[in-house]
Antibody, heavy 122, light 112 residues
Framework: EVQLLESGGGLVQPGGSLRLSCAASGFTFSSYAMSWVRQAPGKGLEWVSAISGSGGSTYYADSVKGRFTISRDNSKNTLYLEMNSLRAEDTAVYYC???????????????WGQGTMVTVSS | DIVMTQTPLSLSVTPGQPASISCKSSQSLLYSDGKTYLYWYLQKPGQSPQLLIYEVSSRFSGVPDRFSGSGSGTDFTLKISRVEAEDVGVYYCMQGIHLPSTFGPGTKVDIK
């Protein structure tokens, strides 16, 4: 069964850091681009970051550029999101999502994880 | 960035009746390869989003054929031929032609 399982969310103070992980199973992880998409409480979906299947290309929303870093370990079938300088507006459920192909653009997200909640508050 | 808009933002439907959601993009989603990169997702209450339709009109694996997508360029439509109780939730369109990928605001569908 194709599955994505996020972890690493929690409560962090403004200015703090957090690292999210997404463990993949049931498919050839390195063959597919991956993204992080977030959803603030009661709000819609916002794309955050993407990485190609090889890991050689990374992309970020302007709202997180310079603060968040996406990476992947294809030997461990795991996607990461390193989040620094966190702000209250980063509070959201963070989903990892698998693309239908190896590139970060022009492929739908066909599999989503269950999400992990990040709360930035003092 | 490409802006996605949806109408209506909420919809109340009688079971067995059809429903339609419109999605418009601020730029054409037709790429030079001839494909149009417009997707539809459904987020059921308390769940993660799930892919319904990709490239305007292709149903994802396991999606019932009562769901259909159509449109071109900047105007798109998701239709449910006969709404069932399990179809409640928020429907999002998303463009994938250029990064950043952007979503519409969502259309909340509930049952009368």
């Amino acid at each position: 069964e194709v599955q994505l399982l996020e972890s690493g969310g929690g409560l962090v103070q403004p200015g703090g850091s957090l690292r999210l992980s997404c463990a993949a199973s049931g498919f050839t992880f390195s063959s597919y681009a991956m993204s992080w998409v977030r959803q603030a409480p009661g709000k819609g979906l916002e794309w955050v970051s993407a990485i190609s299947g090889s890991g050689g290309s990374t992309y970020y929303a302007d709202s997180v550029k310079g603060r968040f870093t996406i990476s992947r370990d294809n030997s461990k079938n795991t996607l990461y999101l390193e989040m620094n300088s966190l702000r209250a507006e980063d509070t959201a459920v963070y989903y990892c999502a698998k693309a239908q192909g190896p590139y970060a653009v022009r492929y739908a997200f066909d599999i989503w994880g269950q999400g992990t909640m990040v709360t930035v508050s003092s | 960035d490409i802006v996605m808009t949806q109408t209506p933002l909420s919809l109340s439907v009688t079971p067995g009746q059809p429903a339609s959601i419109s999605c418009k993009s601020s730029q054409s989603l037709l790429y030079s390869d001839g494909k149009t990169y417009l997707y539809w997702y459904l987020q059921k209450p308390g769940q993660s989003p799930q892919l319904l339709i990709y490239e305007v009109s292709s149903r994802f694996s396991g999606v019932p054929d009562r769901f259909s997508g159509s449109g071109s360029g900047t105007d798109f439509t998701l239709k449910i031929s006969r709404v069932e109780a399990e179809d409640v939730g928020v429907y999002y369109c998303m463009q994938g032609i250029h990064l950043p990928s952007t979503f519409g605001p969502g259309t909340k569908v509930d049952i009368k």
